[in-house]
Structures are given as structure tokens and as C-alpha cells.
């Protein structure tokens, strides 16, 4: 477990969930220009570090480590993409490319994702 | 509330880092919570660690529980484990079940198997968001019957075939790993694997009756070196609840959450409503208030004093200055508290040898605490288990032991 990581996986954080069901993780690497969303099926409880975000589907557990990443996937929806978002919530630049990691990380888990709207 | 941990600094939660060490200061609500729903059993296992038996008069109400789990919705509580007692012998255990995955709180429920008849496993099998976990502590009837009760494999194995058959995914054998099944657990992992569930094995608490037979029990040391292997070959298959933490100072750290997650992402509603830290710790040190107080079970988890004290990293004590503190952070709360050993110290089974030094170093005038809350059957059960020897039951009239006893004939 990166323990630097914005987003912990479940695996690595705790035990998952009342299910144990795996999902086959998206061939696709994440594509940030695409718009996404936080996945229907999620719920994000805020806590004191961050967020607790457990989806109702696959019963998967995970932590959002910060409150700005919280902010960010609260906000992909209102955006076209992932960059305009972290400029929208104003993530400076030289850590985007870590907030990109932790999306990908958590599109991976399907805690969130693509949109058909722009 | 009695003090039961040794002074601490005040809490001051650190930013970022990990997660591990944010666990260690509390949530806002329980990761996930195990709300035991009858004290009421039909069996009267040697080790039950909630003392189980007895219904108690007090328990919560349907509409109480309904209230339980509203609150449990609102702080975004996503799954309970329930347990007992036997929960499924509260004649509203389908109903709650049902209200309680209707509020988007999810059900993990441990049973012994006694009302899962093929109707029932159909029902489960329809049924999303809930989770079977059957209780079998020995691979062999013999082995398990000696700790659970004759009759009670046979029952375990029934309700296994039914929820095979119905077609239910996912559901559990549950083991509670003792010095007596310790050399089953390839047995164990075949017999699930042949119902095609998933094995889930646990630690042996010194808790309820559990106290009466855990020097017998619990696991030697080299059971426990061996456990620990097996875990590393067969963890990423099997689940522990997170219980083995204590073996991760053998040296690789085990899967899961190395931390005693006691008042701070976990803690127990017994029947009645108290909640305490932990499961493994129904005692009065560890009860922390009751759902039925104003402000209900939000207001316990978050404003108890001892859950506030539980929130705040251990930093003395003996542990602290061991090289392997990292990584069992001092084992098990509740294993040191009922084997009388000091909370700052070794848990009684530390994997380098302490536990035991520090169990030959208590006084011989020692009294364990026990708790004060006790529904163990006080009569003979059916079946009950053979590990303290057979029940001798005194009769009840003089003549149940001879006709002409106490007669005069001359």
C-alpha cells in the first residue's frame, strides 16, 4: 500500500465490504479528457481526512486520503473533463498528475464513471 | 465510567500519512458495526463470547431495532455483521432483515444454521445485499460437537447443502480457530470449497464463556507460527475479519487492517442496546452507553468518554519499546483485559514470547475480570457440549433415581 497514495484501494485499507465480489477492472486505461462522474451507485460519507466512498454494487470499500479530492469527485460532473475539473476546484498544477493517479485508481474500483453527457 | 486505559496525551490527529494512523484517532461513524439481536440460543457452545443462552426481557423491541437501523442509515453505516445469540430466532429477524437492507444497510449475519431450511436459503438466495456466515469449529463432527454441541455439525452441514442448492453465492463458513481444530485448516478450506462458499476463520477470545476454556483452547505457540504460514500461502482466499493481527510481528504483515479497530471504526450493540467497544468486550469497562439514551447510538459513538479515550494512540507501556510494535500495536484489548494483563502490555498470545512471561508474572491472587453479564443457559441443553466432561444433572425428585428411593419397606 502506497501510504503517500491519495486513495487507498480496499484491498490495502481495510476489509471489503459485506461482499467479497470482484469485478474484472476496466481493460481501458483511464482517459482524464473524457467527462466522468462520481458512479451512481457510490456514496461518499465525509470523515475528518477525507471521505469514506462505498459503492452499493460491488459492495467495494475505499478512502479518499484528502478533502480537495473529495471536492474534486464531488465536482467531475459539472465538468468536460478531468483537468478543467482540478482547475475548477483549484488543485495546483504540479499535483495534478497525482489526482490523475488516485482517479485512475478509483475508476479502476468503478467508484467512478464515464459520463455520456458532456 | 471506569477509566480503563492508562493516561494518554490529549488526541491531536495528524494530516495525511496513514490511514492506519488516522483509524487510530476514530470516524465519525463505524466503519461497520456488529449489533448482536437475541442473547436466546438453542445451543450453549464451551466458548461463546457474548455468554449466550437466555433471552433477555430487556432486549429491544421491533420498532426499537427499526429505530437502530434508521440511525444506522442516516450516519451512513453500509453494513452491519448481526449475531447473538442465534439471531435468526427472534421471530422478526426476516422482517428486520428486510428493513434493514431497505434502508440501504446491508446485512452480514452469523448463524449455526438451525433455521435455514431450504425455504429460508431460497429466500437468501433471492435476497441482495446480504451475507451468510455459518459457525463450524471443527472440520469433523467430533471435533466441532465437543465445542459446539452434538448435533451441531449435522445442523451447520444441512443448512450449508441448502444454501448451496438454492443457489445463494457467496456465503461463509465461519471457524474459530482452537488448539483442537488448528490441524484442520486444509479440511476446512475443502469442505467450503466443495459447498463452493468462502472460508472466514477467527481469533479465540478469553471472552464470555470463552474465559472458562481459553487456557485449554487457544492456540500453542507452534499452532500459532503455523497459522501464520498458512495465512501468508492462503490469505489472499480467506477472510479473518482482521482478528490475526497479532501475528503479523512473526514478521510480514498480514492482509487486512493491523489495528484494534475497538470504539474507533468498530464497536457492538448487544441485545439490550448497550454498546461497547468491541464484541470481545462485553464488560462494564467497555460499555460506552445504550441506543435508548437521548441522542441515541450517533450520540455514544461520537461524544462517549471512552470511545474518545480509545481514540488516542497508545504511546507507553511495555509494547511500545518492542521493535514489532508496528506491527501488531500491541495485539488484542479485550485478550489482555479477561486474561488480567495490563492494557499498555503484551497480549497473552504475543507471537515473541511475552504474553506468556507476562501470564506466569501475574499474581497468584489474581481474580480475571468477568463480566456481570451472563444469559448462559442454567439448566442442561440438548446436546451440549462434552469439552468440560459430560453434565451430570442432580434429579429433580428423589425418586427419579430409584422408584423406592426414600422409602421405608419395613
Known sequence: MADTALVTDPAAGTS???GEVTIPADELPFDPSLPWQKSASVALRPEPFGALVYHFGNRKLSFLKSKPLVAVVKALAEHPDVPSTLRACEVPEAQHPAYV????TLSRSQMIEKRSTP | MTAVLPPRAPAQRPTGGKLIDQFEYGLDAPICLTWELTYACNLACAHCLSSSGRRDPRELSTAE??????????????????GGGEPTVRPDFWHLLDYAIGHDVGVKFSTNGVKLNKARAAQLARTDYVDVQIS????????????????SYATAITALE??????MKDFKVSVVVTRENAGQLDAFKALTDSFGAQLRITRLRPSGRGADVWDELHPTMAQQKDLYQWLLANGDGVLTGDSFFHLSAFGEALPGLNLCGAGRVVCLID????????PFAIHENFLAGNVRSPGGFQTVWQQSELFADLRNPQTGGACTKCQHFDSCRGGCMAAKFFTGLPLDGPDPECVQGYGESALAARDLELVTPKSHIDHSHKGPVRGQPTLL????IPPAKICDESPLAGLDLR
Not at chain 1, 493517479?101 to 485512475?104: F, K
Not at chain 2, 441485545?271 to 468491541?278: F, I, L, R, S
Open chain 2, 65 to 82: 431495532a427499526e429505530g437502530v437501523i434508521d440511525e444506522l442509515q442516516r450516519m451512513q453505516v453500509f453494513y452491519v455483521n448481526v
Open chain 1, 101 to 104: 493517479t488516485a482517479l485512475a
Open chain 2, 271 to 278: 441485545p439490550v442496546g448497550d454498546v461497547y467497544a468491541c
Open chain 1, 16 to 18: 471489503p465490504a459485506a
Open chain 2, 389 to 392: 466432561g459430560m453434565p451430570s
Open chain 2, 162 to 167: 441448502n444454501l448451496a442448492e438454492a443457489g
Open chain 2, 136 to 151: 463450524l469449529d471443527g472440520a469433523t463432527a467430533e471435533v466441532n460437537d465437543r465445542v459446539r454441541g452434538t448435533g
